[in-house]
Structure formats: C-alpha cells, structure tokens
C-alpha cells in the first residue's frame, strides 16, 4: 500500500464523521454516448454557456489549413454542417474506410443495454479542417464495424471501422497504422505524438476550426498508478464509513483494503497508449474521441498510433479535466489482424 493510500485509511479510521466523499477527476465509461450529446441538443446548449469548461484538444493550437489531410468528422446523420453536429472525429485509413472509436458508435439505449447506429444515423465529413456549411464532403455510411469485444461498459477494445458508401470527391490522404513490432516501438516513453479534433474551446465557446496539440508518451505503469491512487482516493471515504458503521478492527481493515486495492483492475490496459505531460494541461478531451494521435516518422510524414478513447473528467463534473497529466488511446498496433480481417471480409 502506498503511503498516500495508508494515510488516507489511517485518517478516516480515525475519525468518527465521514466528510463528503471528494468529486475527484477520474475516466467514466458509463457517460451517454457523444452521439446521443450531439443530438439531444445538449452539446449546443453548453457551447452557450461561458461558465463551462468545454471539450478541446486542450493546450492546444488551431491547425494550418490543409494539414491533417485523414483527420475526419463524424456528424449526426441528416443534420446541418457545423459544430453542435459534430460527435466524433476519424482518420482515412482506406480509400472507403475511416477508423474511430467504438465508444463513439456503440451507444446505451433506454432499456439499459447497448446497440450500434444504424448506418443512416451518422455521415462523415472528409477533406476540411472548418465544420462550416459547404466545407468538405459530406459522406453517407454503409456499414459500421465494432470490435467484437467492446461492450460499452468499459473503454478497452475501443476501435472501429466505418466503411463509406463511396469514395471522397474532394482532396484528402490515408494515414498509415502500424503493425505490432513497430507499434511496441512507438509505445515508448517520451515518444512524440500529435493529437487532433474539433470540440469546445476555452470558457465552452465552440470551434468549428480543428485544433493540434504535441504531447508524448507516457509510461503506461506511472499512468496506471497516478489513476489508482486517483480512484483509491475517491472510494476511501466510503470504505472508511463502511469500517467504522461495521465495526471491523482496524487491523483487519487493513487487510481488506489492501486486497481491494490489489484487485482494481489496470485504467490504461495492454491495449491502450498513455499520452500526456509531465506538467498537465494538455491532452485530448471528450469531444475528441476517435480522432487519431500520430506520430511523427523519419523522413517526413506521419504514422497514426492511437486513437482518442478516454480522459478524465473535471472535478465540476462539467467537461474534461484541464490540467490532466494524460489521456488514453487505443493502441491501433494491437488490433490490426482485426483490421485486416474486416477490410478484406467487405470489400
């Protein structure tokens, strides 16, 4: 047990009032979809608001015209080009295939399970970096792919594959993905990544203009850590209520939560890239997700590692939290026989 873990116990043990447990920054899988944001008008509403903190590439700078020639929009099927439309984001990895997240085509419905969009509820806009009227092409969907181990209720396995019911007529590139050697490369320690989207800016203002940030890898182990005792310290003040109302022995108390700790599972898994800064205060947020995070490569040119799935919330329980040392990315290096199998099985 780390020591800040140790006193946390030892300080609620002794005393007799639990505090009200503290609203800490932490990932949430159970949020509704950002689709369902988009189009429930919610996310227009708050980009009205000054008062909240809004979704952004944070720390981040607006893009030259013309770069990030795969980045992607996905927009709610059937409404108008601009930013309360705007859900997700996505690379061109294909002529007709755009790669994104699963969390951001796989929504809860009012039965309490989850389910796919359909086809007709999402369009992609490719070839512009402005969600303005007129800008890009604005794509229909045949078909949606999710990953078949994604179940909604979690962030891992978070990938998927759009195919496009044509090919853009306006100028755009493909981005690379890397196979499983080269992936372990780039999941490394100060590797330099470059994340980008569309979203909320300072004081929630919207943006239809894309934005970039460069960060780097962080080392998925110090992440996981910085996460643990991040949620340890959020459930402590319901253990440490739990312990005095039961009445266990402080020994035994101990024990107990050193095994419950020792159970949480990893926030960032094997399939997931952790991307940040040491300093915070840059990092993707929610209205990122899919978007792609690249690398750099020798040469020129760039190869895309990860793709935005998860950060953490602000402590308001509005938007992201905007001095986040990191934020996760699926790590597209550990899914690409799934790719392969998906792309050659539809052509």
């Given at each position: 047990?780390?020591?800040?873990?140790?006193?946390?116990?030892?300080?609620?043990?002794?005393?007799?009032?639990?505090?009200?447990?503290?609203q800490i920054?932490?990932?949430?899988?159970?949020?509704?979809?950002?689709?369902?944001?988009?189009?429930?008008?919610?996310?227009?509403?708050?980009?009205?608001?000054?008062?909240?903190?809004?979704?952004?590439?944070?720390?981040?700078?607006?893009?030259?015209?013309?770069?990030?020639?795969?980045?992607?929009?996905?927009?709610?099927?059937?409404?108008?080009?601009?930013?309360?439309?705007?859900?997700?984001?996505?690379?061109?990895?294909?002529?007709?295939?755009?790669?994104?997240?699963?969390?951001?085509?796989?929504?809860?419905?009012?039965?309490?399970?989850?389910?796919?969009?359909?086809?007709?509820?999402?369009?992609?806009?490719?070839?512009t970096n402005?969600?303005?009227?007129?800008?890009?092409?604005?794509?229909?969907?045949?078909?949606?792919?999710?990953?078949?181990?994604?179940?909604?209720?979690?962030?891992?396995?978070?990938?998927?594959?759009?195919?496009?019911?044509?090919?853009?007529?306006?100028?755009?590139?493909?981005?690379?993905?890397?196979?499983?050697?080269?992936?372990?490369?780039?999941?490394?320690?100060?590797?330099?990544?470059?994340?980008?989207?569309?979203?909320?800016?300072?004081?929630?203002?919207?943006?239809?203009?894309?934005?970039?940030?460069?960060?780097?890898?962080?080392?998925?182990?110090?992440?996981?850590?910085?996460?643990?005792?991040?949620?340890?310290?959020?459930?402590?003040?319901?253990?440490?209520?739990?312990?005095?109302?039961?009445?266990?022995?402080?020994?035994?108390?101990?024990?107990?939560?050193?095994?419950?700790v020792a159970?949480?599972?990893?926030?960032?898994?094997?399939?997931?890239?952790?991307?940040?800064?040491?300093?915070?205060?840059?990092?993707?947020?929610?209205?990122?997700?899919?978007?792609?995070?690249?690398?750099?490569?020798?040469?020129?040119?760039?190869?895309?590692?990860?793709?935005?799935?998860?950060?953490?919330?602000?402590?308001?329980?509005?938007?992201?939290?905007?001095?986040?040392?990191?934020?996760?990315?699926?790590?597209?290096?550990?899914?690409?026989?799934?790719?392969?199998?998906?792309?050659?099985?539809?052509?």
């Amino acid at each position: 047990m780390s020591r800040l873990l140790s006193a946390l116990i030892a300080a609620l043990l002794a005393t007799s009032v639990m505090a009200e447990a503290p609203q800490i920054a932490t990932s949430d899988p159970m949020i509704a979809s950002p689709f369902a944001y988009a189009k429930s008008g919610a996310k227009a509403e708050r980009g009205r608001s000054a008062a909240e903190a809004g979704a952004k590439v944070i720390g981040g700078e607006v893009a030259p015209d013309g770069a990030w020639p795969w980045q992607v929009a996905l927009l709610v099927g059937g409404a108008p080009i601009n930013t309360d439309a705007q859900f997700c984001g996505g690379s061109m990895v294909l002529d007709r295939w755009v790669l994104t997240a699963a969390h951001c085509i796989h929504m809860p419905i009012e039965d309490g399970s989850f389910a796919d969009l359909r086809p007709d509820e999402v369009s992609i806009l490719v070839g512009t970096n402005t969600l303005t009227p007129g800008s890009g092409d604005l794509i229909p969907v045949e078909t949606i792919f999710r990953h078949p181990s994604y179940t909604g209720t979690q962030f891992d396995f978070d990938i998927a594959l759009i195919k496009l019911a044509r090919a853009p007529q306006v100028p755009y590139q493909t981005v690379e993905v890397p196979d499983a050697e080269y992936g372990d490369i780039l999941n490394r320690q100060g590797v330099t990544t470059i994340v980008t989207g569309w979203g909320l800016q300072e004081g929630a203002q919207p943006s239809p203009q894309l934005r970039q940030a460069e960060i780097q890898v962080l080392d998925r182990q110090l992440c996981n850590q910085a996460m643990l005792e991040a949620r340890a310290e959020d459930a402590a003040g319901g253990f440490g209520y739990a312990v005095q109302t039961l009445g266990v022995a402080e020994t035994d108390a101990y024990a107990i939560w050193d095994e419950l700790v020792a159970r949480a599972p990893d926030a960032v898994s094997d399939n997931m890239i952790c991307s940040g800064t040491f300093e915070g205060g840059k990092t993707s947020c929610n209205g990122d997700s899919g978007g792609p995070l690249v690398v750099p490569v020798e040469g020129g040119g760039y190869i895309q590692a990860g793709i935005v799935s998860w950060g953490l919330s602000a402590t308001s329980g509005h938007g992201c939290e905007e001095t986040a040392l990191f934020s996760a990315y699926t790590n597209i290096s550990k899914f690409v026989p799934w790719l392969n199998e998906v792309i050659e099985g539809n052509p």
